[in-house]
């Protein structure tokens, strides 16, 4: 699986060397950049980061700027990011044993950057991510009073149509009246889903191949073809790209 990298610094010149020197550390790995919150805020919203390179000061003409702690805080702030790694960038000596206390970073690189260092601290990072056990997240769905566990690992598919969300497990179909789909999939964090279609959204781990031409997908397991809506064809594509390698007709 593709790990996903997000680089926050404010100077152009800086933050081209840290993506550089970043894409060396592997060759699985997606690299967002941004120089301000608000936008790597909406990517981070958007996608599953694994790792954050986050500059202290992203106001440098704004005396005492500490931005980049600020956006590291409201990353923790979401359910989805309570265990991401966190690498602050930062010139201000004798503030780091405070931001490994207070806002959990795995590390920190100083100004000016070296490229031994950061990616020294990236492979490390990478390694402990790499190194997680994977987790039997379990939803629970509600139907007649009735609570239904499911691990998340083994939805291979949701749809939902005429008010009823049906749930595809690798052994079971799970119907749920009134449940809204994208509500279901956020609170997912143990796996991908991708919205292929109106009301679809796969599982990218159980995708066997995708046919881009003629608009179908083959999940593992299921005898039926899956449609990609024809609005949705980009939009589907390139979120599975960021996901990782899938076999292409």
Same mark, same amino acid.
């Given at each position: =699986? ?111 950057? %070296? ?7 990236? %492979? ?116 599975? =790209? ?8």
């Amino acid at each position: =699986m593709k790990k996903r990298i997000l680089i926050l610094e404010d100077l152009p010149s800086s933050r081209k060397a840290l993506v550089n020197m970043v894409a060396e550390c592997g060759s699985d790995l997606v690299i967002f950049d941004f120089g301000d919150p608000a936008n790597a805020l909406q990517c981070a919203m958007d996608n599953k980061i694994d790792l954050f390179l986050i500059d202290i000061v992203l106001k440098p003409q704004q005396p005492n700027d500490f931005s980049g702690i600020a956006f590291a805080r409201s990353i923790r702030e979401s359910s989805k990011y309570t265990t991401a790694e966190i690498v602050f960038i930062t010139t201000l000596a004798g503030l780091e044993a405070n931001l490994l206390r207070t806002v959990h970073c795995f590390d920190y690189i100083e100004k000016p950057i %070296s490229k031994k260092r950061v990616q020294k601290v990236v %492979s490390e990072a990478l390694n402990k991510i790499e190194g997680r056990p994977s987790e039997d997240e379990l939803i629970f769905l509600r139907k007649d009073r009735v609570t239904y566990p499911v691990y998340a690992k083994k939805i291979v598919y949701f749809e939902s149509t005429r008010k009823t969300l049906y749930v595809h497990t690798t052994d079971d179909l799970v119907d749920i009246p009134n449940l809204s789909l994208k509500k279901v999939v956020d609170k997912i964090q143990t796996q991908e889903f991708i919205f292929s279609s109106k009301g679809v959204a796969i599982n990218a781990d159980y995708i066997e191949y995708v046919d881009l031409t003629n608009r179908y997908i083959k999940m593992r397991g299921v005898d039926q073809m899956l449609n990609i809506g024809e609005r949705m064809k980009e939009q589907f594509w390139t979120q599975l =790209m960021k996901y990782g390698e899938v076999d292409k007709k």
